[in-house]
Nanobody, 117 residues
């Protein structure tokens, strides 16, 4: 079955950096659009960043200029580099995979990011 496993979350001080990774298996990775979403307690899940199968990227306005999404198809891995972190970035971060025009979307289990002094 398809598997997405996130890693790299943790506790960081405001202004610090983290890099999240999402490793995929049982998937033809290069065909998928990949995205990072986050959900804070009591909030709806929101798109943070996405990178399409052709390499185009898009970011939420709240993270533009601070976060960078990238992918390595040979490693079946998508990354989220997070710099200049703020307390408002605290959330569980989820990896998503999907194909345009297909019904199925796949989700990882999530990784906790906490930004606090």
């Amino acid at each position: 079955q398809v598997q997405l496993v996130e890693s790299g979350g943790g506790l960081v001080q405001p202004g610090g950096s983290l890099r999240l990774s999402c490793a995929a298996s049982r998937i033809t990775f290069s065909l998928y659009n990949m995205g990072w979403y986050r959900q804070a307690p009591g909030k709806q899940r929101e798109l943070v960043a996405e990178v399409t199968s052709t390499g185009r990227t898009n970011y939420a306005a709240s993270v533009k200029g601070r976060f960078t999404i990238s992918r390595e198809n040979g490693k079946k891995t998508v990354y989220l580099q997070m710099n200049s972190l703020k307390s408002e970035d605290t959330a569980v971060y989820y990896c998503n995979a999907g194909i345009t025009g297909a019904a199925n979307n796949f989700w990882g289990q999530g990784t906790q990011v906490t930004v606090s002094s």
